[in-house]
């Protein structure tokens, strides 16, 4: 399955790069700082590694777009071949994507991209269990805008991929006027 592939049912709240970039471009200058010293002091330029990402637990698979954007960004060169689609059931154990190229991009970028990953994934894995607590009847799961700051879009797609619904995105999307 190439990078980026998802299942219909999410596609249309792929998450635009114009919206991701800035995102983890901020991820990644926080965490190399000025440099991967360590990487850079013990890994050839031109090494090439091969890796695999397993699944640790049981869950919904949620930023694989980001995921593979982490890499597209420090290094073209790198490849991920994804094995599941984004919104997935997983299971502990499953391979869940491929990753080849420069040793030095994968080793910089994998904790930021895990992270991303880690975080977006268990989103939506507890939205799906609330959703599935609310099956038949007329309730919904909605989101709110208590999100982390710098990462609402991406939580709020994560809602999304679990099967909950986006209420307001910021303060210019409707009025709410409620008892604090």
Not at 1 to 17: Q, V, W
């Given at each position: 399955?190439?990078?980026?592939?998802?299942?219909?049912?999410?596609?249309?709240?792929?998450?635009?790069?114009l919206l991701i970039d800035p995102i983890i471009s901020q991820a990644l200058r926080e965490d190399i700082g000025t440099g991967d010293i360590t990487t850079e002091s013990t890994v050839l330029p031109q090494t090439r590694i091969n890796g695999r990402l397993i699944a640790k637990e049981d869950g919904k698979i949620c930023g694989l777009p980001v995921f593979c954007r982490v890499f597209a960004l420090l290094d073209p060169a790198v490849q991920v071949s994804l094995s599941v689609i984004e919104g997935a059931d997983v299971r502990r154990g499953d391979i869940l994507a491929r990753i080849s190229g420069p040793a030095r991009a994968i080793l910089t970028g994998e904790r930021v991209a895990l992270n991303f990953l880690q975080r977006l994934s268990a989103i939506a894995s507890k939205t799906a269990w609330a959703v599935s607590q609310v099956e038949g009847t007329r309730a919904r799961i909605t989101d709110t805008r208590k999100t982390t700051p710098g990462l609402r879009v991406l939580e709020k797609y994560a809602v999304r991929v679990g099967g909950g619904a986006n209420h307001r995105f910021n303060l210019s999307d409707g009025i709410l006027i409620k008892d604090n």
């Open positions: 399955m190439a990078a980026g592939k998802t299942s219909p049912e999410i596609s249309p709240f792929l998450l635009n790069p």
